[in-house]
C-alpha cells in the first residue's frame, strides 16, 4: 500500500482551496482547518476542521490528523502556530511567518539583504514628526500588523496631513515609509525546499484598483536585467531564511535613476495572487510547487510556456467570467457564496500569445 500523507492547511479561502486541490493531485491528502463554515476550501476535500484558530482541543485533534501542516495566510495567532509546531513539522517556519508578520521586522530584515523603502517606527505623535524629517515627504503610515490590500495605510503628502494619519491609525505600533515613485510594481514567486533547491518563476507586472490586485501580467515590462535581478533577490532572501515552501516577493521598480532599481516592499510567506497565472501556462503552477517543496518532493518545472494576463473577478464581477470570448480563457471560481464587494470571487487567465 503507498503511504498516503495527510497535509494539514490552516486557513480555508481560495488559496487553502487551490492547494487542497494541487495536494490532491499528487496524491496527498489535504485537512483545511479555518473557522468558516462557509470556507470555500471546504468543498474541494473530505478532511476539514470547522474551530476557532483558538479552540486547543481542535487544534490537538488537527495535529493528530495530519502529518504535516501549512498555511495559505499570514495573520494566524502566534500561540496557534507555537502550538501545531510543537507537534508536526511546519512550513513555511514559524520564524518566517513571524517575520512577515511584522512590517518592522520584515523591513529589517530585507534591509540587511537588499534595498528596501526608507522606513522607522512610529508609537507616538513625536515619533511621526521625527521619522517624517529623518524621511521626508510624500511618505505612507502603516500598521505593522494586519494590514492587506491596502487596509491600514495612509499617505502623507504635506505637513499638515500628519495629524489626521495618526489619528486614524493610533493605537497600533507603526511605521513610516518613504514613498517610492515607481515605474512599476512587480513580484516574483519564488519557492525553496528543505535540501535547498531553489526555483523561480517569471516577474509578474501587477496594477491595483482600489489597493486591490487587479491584473498580474507575465512578461513584466521590464529588461531582461532587472527580472534577472528581481528572480536572484527573491532566491536570497529564501536562501537567507532557510526557507521552505512557496513565497510571493513584491518590489517597486524606482523611477529614479539615483535610487536603486528594485525595492522589496514585502513578502508573503505563502502562494500568492500575483501567482495565479501560473496556473494556466506553467509546466507546475505555485500551488504545485509549494506542495512539492513542503513534502520533500523534487521542485517542478517553472518554464512558462506562454504570455498571460491575469484578472481578478471582484465581488459581483464574478457574475461575467463567461461573457465574451472563451478561446485562451482559464477561467476559476472560488465558489464563494456572498460576492461582496470588493471580495476575490475568481479569476481569469488570459493567455496572450506564445
Ligand atoms: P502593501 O500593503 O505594503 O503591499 O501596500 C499596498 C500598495 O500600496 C502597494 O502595492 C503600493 O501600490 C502602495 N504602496 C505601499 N507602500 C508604498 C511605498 N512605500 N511607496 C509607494 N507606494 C506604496
Known amino acids: 500500500m503507498l503511504e498516503r500523507r495527510t497535509i494539514g492547511i490552516l486557513g480555508g479561502g481560495q488559496l487553502g482551496r487551490m492547494l487542497a486541490l494541487a495536494a490532491s493531485r499528487l496524491g496527498f491528502r489535504a485537512h483545511i482547518y479555518c473557522p468558516d463554515p462557509q470556507s470555500p476550501a471546504f468543498d474541494v476535500t473530505r478532511w476539514h476542521t470547522c474551530a476557532a484558530y483558538e479552540d486547543v482541543g481542535a487544534l490537538a485533534q488537527f495535529a493528530g490528523a495530519v502529518d504535516l501542516v501549512t498555511y495559505e495566510f499570514e495573520n494566524i495567532p502566534d500561540a496557534t502556530v507555537d502550538f501545531l509546531a510543537a507537534r508536526k513539522p511546519l512550513f513555511p517556519s514559524a520564524e518566517a511567518l513571524r517575520i512577515s508578520q511584522d512590517r518592522i521586522l520584515e523591513k529589517s530584515f530585507l534591509a540587511g539583504l537588499t534595498s528596501v523603502a526608507p522606513f522607522r517606527k512610529v508609537e507616538t505623535r ?17 500598521t505593522t500588523r494586519f494590514g492587506y490590500d491596502g487596509k491600514g495605510q495612509r499617505i502623507i503628502r504635506v505637513a499638515s496631513d500628519a495629524e489626521s494619519a495618526f489619528s486614524e491609525l493610533e493605537g497600533q505600533i507603526l511605521i513610516l515609509e518613504g514613498f517610492i515613485d515607481f515605474t512599476h510594481e512587480i513580484s516574483v514567486i519564488v519557492a525553496r525546499s528543505a535540501s535547498g533547491e531553489t526555483a523561480t518563476y517569471d516577474p509578474a507586472e501587477n496594477v491595483h484598483r482600489n489597493h486591490i490586485l487587479d491584473t498580474s501580467t507575465v512578461p513584466a515590462s521590464v529588461s531582461h536585467e532587472t527580472a534577472a535581478r528581481a528572480r536572484q533577490v527573491a532566491v536570497e532572501i529564501v536562501s537567507e531564511l532557510d526557507y521552505v515552501g512557496v513565497m510571493g516577493v513584491e518590489f517597486f521598480v524606482s523611477k529614479y535613476k539615483e535610487m536603486p532599481k528594485l525595492l522589496v516592499n514585502e513578502i ?9 497565472w501560473t496556473e494556466a501556462v506553467c509546466v507546475a503552477d505555485q500551488f504545485e510547487q509549494h506542495i512539492r517543496a513542503i513534502t520533500g518532493l523534487p521542485l517542478g518545472d517553472t518554464t512558462r ?8 473577478l471582484l465581488g459581483s464581477e464574478i457574475e461575467s467570467i463567461f461573457d465574451g470570448a472563451q478561446d485562451l480563457r482559464q477561467p476559476h471560481d472560488y465558489g464563494k457564496h456572498e460576492p461582496k464587494p470588493g471580495r476575490k470571487m475568481g479569476h481569469i487567465n488570459r493567455i496572450l500569445g506564445r
Do not use: T
Open 268 to 276: 508573503a510567506p505563502r502562494v500568492h495572487n500575483s501567482g495565479h
Open 305 to 312: 510556456l506562454a504570455d498571460v494576463q491575469m484578472k481578478n
Open 126 to 142: 513625536e515619533e511621526l514628526d521625527q521619522a517624517i524629517a529623518a524621511i521626508g515627504l510624500p511618505a505612507v503610515l502603516k
